[in-house]
Each structure stands twice: as structure tokens, then as C-alpha cells.
Nanobody, 115 residues
């Protein structure tokens, strides 16, 4: 069992930056992949960024060049650095921890980008 707690959400103006943190209740396994998803009102949850067990990253086309996912194993934490934020980035952002066939989810943190 892994518990995940997201933080760092808030209100930011278009063009601004925000960093989200996801703190895991235990060490992030070297076998695990971590990801950030988001869900806007009326839309399905979508993958934003992913980092594999070996550090490879993948981004949604909509955030490439603007968002960066990273992890700090010593702090049991994964981050999402968001730059050049757009109104369309407004959503609840969720942290996901995946190992084997198991997925663990945080409860989310709200990011609101003012237009």
C-alpha cells in the first residue's frame, strides 16, 4: 500500500509557473513508474507526464516544452514543474504510482490558471 499526497496547487495567472509535489508514504520503488494526470470539468482524466523506473519521461503533446516531471527518491517525492501556464491547464492534478499491475492515486490538487 502506498499513500500519495499532492500539494502545490493554487491560482496562477496565464504565463506563470507552479510546481506540484507528490509525497509518497514510503520509498518509491526502483521498479515503479510515477505519473501526473489531470482532469478538467466535463473531461476524462488524462495523462500529463510520466517518469519510468529508469528515469525516462513522457509528456502529453499539450504540455511538451512547458512541464517537467522529476523525482527525488531520497524525499519519496515526485514533482511537476509547470511553466508558461495556460487557461487550458486548469484542472485537478493527480499523482499516480504504478508498480506491477497496481496503481495508487493521490486525491488531487487544484490548479487554476486565470485567463
Amino acid at each position: 500500500q502506498v499513500q500519495l499526497v499532492e500539494s502545490g496547487g493554487g491560482l496562477v495567472q496565464t504565463g506563470g509557473s507552479l510546481t506540484l509535489s507528490c509525497a509518497a508514504s514510503q520509498r518509491i520503488s526502483s521498479m515503479a513508474t510515477m505519473a501526473w494526470y489531470r482532469q478538467a470539468p466535463g473531461k476524462q482524466r488524462e495523462l500529463v507526464a510520466l517518469i519510468t523506473n529508469i528515469g525516462s519521461t513522457t509528456y502529453a503533446d499539450s504540455v511538451k516544452g512547458r512541464f517537467t516531471i522529476s523525482r527525488d527518491r531520497a524525499q519519496n517525492t515526485v514533482y511537476l514543474q509547470m511553466n508558461s501556464l495556460k487557461f487550458e491547464d486548469t484542472a485537478v492534478y493527480y499523482c499516480r504510482y504504478a508498480i506491477g499491475i497496481q496503481n495508487y492515486w493521490g486525491l488531487g490538487t487544484q490548479v487554476t490558471v486565470s485567463s
